[in-house]
């Protein structure tokens, strides 16, 4: 073939990829290689286009080829680097590009994708100086520009990242990618707005993108726009009503705004579309267990693990739920399926840890709690959880011997002290106990749980005097309290006196099992989360034509001259192009921190007014727990954290959760982070259907902490009643009167079953003990007189009170 | 759905699926003739290009370890024997067919699900060979073990949520999924291997190991041998996990089954090694579809 020949076809050839006629291009390819099949321009050519057209292997063949005549085509070698790339073979793809820096150290296309591949191979530091090397001497690439971001970004350096993207902003404005992430960013940041303007720029430069939309919905439903968000999923699904993820969004939206029902279907939709979609599994496992259908969610996890059995964090969720459903064997398994492919995983052995206590097996739970300690000496719930097993057990050498594990790693959690504390008291060693709770109340005065246990240990100990002043000092704390929380104080009271009578054992199996309940939560409120950052799907990797069509910067064929060194510079840029899209995976990395950040957000909020759910029906409800006759000592418990006051309940309602002040539940003294992160629902609960009713009450069982105060009141006989003086500080003893009839009410609306249990426990007994504690009668025997539910007259009620008030009023001026 | 419901379900997404080339028809029609010779075979083959291309290439594939490259179809039925020829170009013809529709929602992995049949195909060959079943009739062994399990993918795939249904019963019960099968669908993967069996008219030893590799001491015909070949091969790959179709408590196959075989357990895991090795060599059955 002579020259000429050989230069027309290398043109015709080029000018056809240029135009993406890959048929021709091809032909005309293989035409001059039939005559020299070494010829370096036709092999780059035919490489390049099998390049693009996702053949990467058949093109790093002719990538070699074209080298075999001239090893040191830098643009071959750099090729290579991006085709290994792409075919995940990355020391071949690092050793390739670094041959192409070596022979052009100065080509930003090279240095870009060598960053590109040690970012792949997680040598972040080595990726960044490749990028930055890259924009000195190209500053105008947005791409990099766009990657480097997401490295920092990536490494929780929001700022950086931040000015990195604006930068390449400034040289690329429409580039939808930089706009995306920025509004990632944004979004991270909390600054929704301009999430929401990045996001809304992004998508105008690139329309319909998934991912794009998504995120755009998300923000607007963060922004307190439900509807507008809603009304942007619902056109997604309309032009792609098997958009699992816009389904998913959709569904949280509802979920967060009290639509259950559609929240429900949403994700049931988005599971029928993707029945693989383990985010959407996760969420509605975590609505099935707000609304009480324990058994759907084991359904629904067990069917989806069949699926999916590597999705450990599902494996691990229904593990939790099996062991609270008494299947402990099942629950075994799946614990040690999760842990044979994440041995390190703490939640998973805490859970085993626990499921071996359950099943009455202490020694293996000891050797989880061994391999816990090794693997991070911090994590010690396990312990507590052991400690109080042994409790419940009635070991108590060994739960002080936990106890003692668990406070050396965390020897500032007061409810594990106040455990000791009551610990010492039980093994008579009332010295050790006196040094933890002085030591408390020194720390927290106010603490009217450490008063009253220090006032008991005074009281047993002969020191009544002691005991009455710190009566009087927990009265002061109460009394600094709004008339709402008096009355919370006032029921707790009431239910101390009763709790007297309960066994400490009782009410450590409660807690404890509580405990268990609590710990199979976690997952369900990273769920929620997990939905959030759903939103935020990445476009899955795009091809490498599509790369090509969007923002592609010159295609091969731009470098068309038949000059080959333009043409090692065209296919650069066409490779480039396939990183690019690279640029979004670090979106997914985005994700996990968002997750991290929404757990922390949702975490504050949650304390506050998040109302646990109890989705675990087969427990017993832990908060009534059985009536002993034998007075003892009431377990320490958690001071209730003070609450924004409640509108004062005026008329009996339906829906009471609401009126009343949260505490902490306290049943998990040891409520580590962990268990914090349980609360999930940082939305306004939808109204609670009333039989969840019973479960509010309890709450305040926990509460009886500061019911210890009443026996300090009449330290003679700690078994009557406290003198209640102190309820003189109410403002306006109506009210008194009030909560009493509207729990009354209440009660009314509970469900047969509720009912049933809530009279099993003699809740109302306990209501009438205090109301005659407040009339200054004796009470009743236990069980002498039940509480008539629904019978009393609320003005018999609110005369007694007055008389209580009275008389109360006539002692003090006396 | 399940019972007869289900059953009316999958006939119709049977019928749905591409029939098997009638090259296919023509090739079982030719070989069950007693004196068939090489080129009636090679005839009807070479009429389908499709099916030529494929056979040739099995033939030449590292799985037969031919040394030289066979070019003539005639002369590989010449080496291979007309048995071998006609369950090879059956095996790419039924995979082929059985393999087009995939369905997004399917429960079983079919990655899994293939590699656990080539296991099952590869030990059943092994099994005839250890047996000294003649080298022409272990290729039956291998095309039947290969398709022993074919009822599940219309299960999988018309039948998803319903499969799913009886996997979870299986798991939960602890029982083999054939026993879940019945309990949650009153319907089987056997049954279902039957209807496409029938369908595709192809012949009886295949349409008894699909009925009967669960319940081989029901089954009463002449096809004894290859059925409890097929179930024990079964029940290797199931504990031996190589690859997965669903079934995680395998039943034990009966005693009667290994002394009717001849064989033993210990005879069996000794063969491991070498069905590793092949199953590598046979994955090329599942590339060709």
Redesign the interface.
Known sequence: MSDNRRTDLLHRALTAYRSHDDDLAESLAREILETDDRDPEAQMLLGSLYGRQSKPSQAVTHFYRALERSPDNSEAWNNIGVMCRSLGQMPQALEALEKAKKLEPKNAGVLYNLGNVLKQMGRLTDAVAAYEASLVLNPKNAYTYNNLGTIYESQGDLEKAQDTYQQGLENDPNNPTLRYNLGVVYQHRNELRLARQSFEASLKGRPGWKAGLNNLGVTLHKMGQPEEALNLFREMIQDDPENPEALNNMGIVYQETGRAKEAEASFAQALKVNPRYGKAVLNLDTLYNKEGKGDRSLDLLSRYSLLEPDNLAVRLQLAKLRLFQNSPEKAEEDLLAVLAKQPDNLDALRTLGNLYLKTKRPYLAQKVADRIEKKDPNSVDLHMDMALYAMHEGETGTAVEEMKLYLKAKPNDSNARLLLANLYQKQNRPDDARKILDKLRLEDPQNTAVLGALARLHQEGGDQKSALELADAILQVQGKNSAEDELELMMETLEMYEKSADTLGAELQETWQRNLRTLAEPLIEEAVEVETIEEQPLVEEPSWMQMKGETEPPSLLDLGDLNPAIMVDEEEQTLRMTEEEEILPPDETWDEEILKKEKEEKREPKKKKKKKPEPYPPYPPPYYPPQQPAYQPPPPVRQPEPEPPAPPPVQPQPLPPKPRPRPLPPPEPWSVPAFEALAPDPEPEPAPPPPEEPEELPMQEWEPPVEEEEPLEEPEEPEEEPEPSKLLTLDDPSKIVDLMGYLDTLSSYLPVEKLEELQADQIPLKMERIKNTLSGTVSPPPGATPWPVKGENPLTTRAKLQAILDRLKDKLAE | MKGDQLRRALEGYIDKMPPLPTSVGKVLEICQKPNAQPNDLNKVISLDPVLLARVMKLINSAYYGLTQEVTSLVRAIIMLGLNTVKNLALSTAVLGSINTSHT??A?LNLDGFWLHSLCVGVMAKHLARLRGVAAQDQETYFFCGLLHDIGKVPLNNRA??DY??A??AS??RRISLVQAEAVALEFTHCDAGSLIIDAWKLSDDIKDVVAFHHTPLEYQGANKELVFTVMVADYFANIMEIGFSGNRFPTTPPAEVYRALGITWLQIEDLEPQVRQEIERAKVFLKLS
Do not use: Y
């Open positions: 997004k929602n429960v998803p949520e799913l249904t996997l979870q798991s939960e």
